[in-house]
Structure formats: structure tokens, C-alpha cells
T-cell receptor
Framework: GENVEQHPSTLSVQEGDSAVIKCTYS??????FPWYKQELGKRPQLIID?????GEKKDQRIAVTLNKTAKHFSLHITETQPEDSAVYFC???????????????FGKGTKLSVKP | NAGVTQTPKFQVLKTGQSMTLQCAQD?????MSWYRQDPGMGLRLIHY???????DQGEVPNGYNVSRSTTEDFPLRLLSAAPSQTSVYFC???????????FGPGTRLLVL
């Protein structure tokens, strides 16, 4: 089955710096890669996702890149702000639209701290 | 539009007791799932459903049962609670797998 490794487990940056979180996956069939942000005591929220037919996707200060050959994908946050402080989770799964697949495997998370 | 709701918010059980964690969504989502979250372990998928009457096992299904008789509801049953099931449980839903998944507020379960 799928296995997702996420690094680093903790990351501390100064406000305004960039932050990069990396994930690797094991199942080459996986084609859906979402990223979630979870603030302390809150529920996870999707911040960006990418599918295997795309190499990069951006949404304002957040971007995700995917390297299918190497089976890794990364989250990039630019111009970090204190409100970016949270735990970030990557995940991987196989989405066969209209089918029966639904197994999403998460990484163990990265705790990002942005110091003002 | 309440989104994804979960009850109860917090529960204490004794070993061997049974209980059902409730999850409901009012967004007409076909895909629903249950996760448990333990410190340092991230989110682990317990069971999921791609539509009413269809369920399947996730990463850690042992000790849990689910059913999906309606599109709106996806209850999670613990038949005989064990201390290892102490965790925070999240229910989530999306239009289909691979679309934006919305999480409920979570249920904190303590098994003594």
C-alpha cells in the first residue's frame, strides 16, 4: 500500500522568509496530492492540492510542486506571516473518478512556527 | 448549511463499552471518511464510503465498524472500546474522492 514520508517534522522561520515542506510517496499509481493546514485545536483545512497531470500549482503565497519520476511533492510558502504558524499535512491517494477508490494516506505532519 | 457535524464533542468510555460516533453532512457529498489523529502520527484513515450503501476499509480499520444507509450520515461504531482507541476522531466529506474534503470539528475520545 501507499506510504507517505514528510520532512521536516518541525520548521521555524522568521516572518517574511520562505518555508518548504517535502513529502515522498511510494505508490506510483497515486494521482491526488492535497495539503492540509491544522491550527491548534482546530480541524484540518485543505489549502492546496495537485493532481499528477500537473507539475506545479500556485495560489497567492502558496505553491505545490510534484515530481512524478522521483515520487515527491513539496509545499512552498513565501513571505511567511505569523498566522501561517500551524501543522501542515501532506497526503497521497488514487482518485479514479466515478470508481470505488478513496484511500488517502497522510504524512505525519510538519509544525511550522513563524517568528515575528 | 451546517457543513460537517460530529457528536459528541467529548466522550469518556470504560474498556469494553460500546458507542457510536455520529457524523452528518448537508452538502450532498458522496464521499465520507473517518480519521483518527494521534500525537506524532498524523491523520490515519479508518473507513470510507464513496456513496450510500458502499463502505471500505482504510489504513486502520480494526475495532471499528461503519455503515452508510443515507447520503447524509456516516456513523462510526466502536463495539468494544480499548485504551488504544483513545484519540481524536475526525469525520470528513467531499463531493467525490479527489475533491476538496471538509472536516468536522472532531470528537475527543478517552478510553479508560
Amino acid at each position: 500500500g501507499e506510504n507517505v514520508e514528510q520532512h521536516p517534522s518541525t520548521l521555524s522561520v522568521q516572518e517574511g522568509d520562505s518555508a518548504v515542506i517535502k513529502c515522498t510517496y511510494s505508490d506510483s499509481a497515486s494521482n491526488y496530492f492535497p495539503w492540509y493546514k491544522q491550527e491548534l485545536g482546530k480541524r484540518p483545512q485543505l489549502i492546496i492540492d495537485i493532481r499528477s497531470n500537473v507539475g506545479e500549482k500556485k495560489d497567492q503565497r502558496i505553491a505545490v510542486t510534484l515530481n512524478k519520476t522521483a515520487k515527491h511533492f513539496s509545499l512552498h510558502i513565501t513571505e511567511t506571516q505569523p498566522e501561517d504558524s500551524a501543522v501542515y499535512f501532506c497526503a497521497a491517494g488514487l482518485a479514479n473518478y466515478g470508481g470505488s477508490q478513496g484511500n488517502l494516506i497522510f504524512g505525519k505532519g510538519t509544525k511550522l512556527s513563524v517568528k515575528p | 448549511n451546517a457543513g460537517v457535524t460530529q457528536t459528541p464533542k467529548f466522550q469518556v468510555l470504560k474498556t469494553g463499552q460500546s458507542m457510536t460516533l455520529q457524523c452528518a453532512q448537508d452538502m450532498n457529498h458522496e464521499y465520507m471518511s473517518w480519521y483518527r489523529q494521534d500525537p506524532g502520527m498524523g491523520l490515519r484513515l479508518i473507513h470510507y464510503s464513496v456513496g450510500a450503501g458502499i463502505t471500505d476499509q482504510g489504513e486502520v480499520p480494526n475495532g471499528y465498524n461503519v455503515s452508510r444507509s443515507t447520503t447524509e450520515d456516516f456513523p462510526l461504531r466502536l463495539l468494544s472500546a480499548a485504551p488504544s482507541q483513545t484519540s481524536v476522531y475526525f469525520c470528513a466529506s467531499s463531493y467525490s474522492f479527489g475533491e476538496t474534503q471538509y472536516f468536522g470539528p472532531g470528537t475527543r475520545l478517552l478510553v479508560l
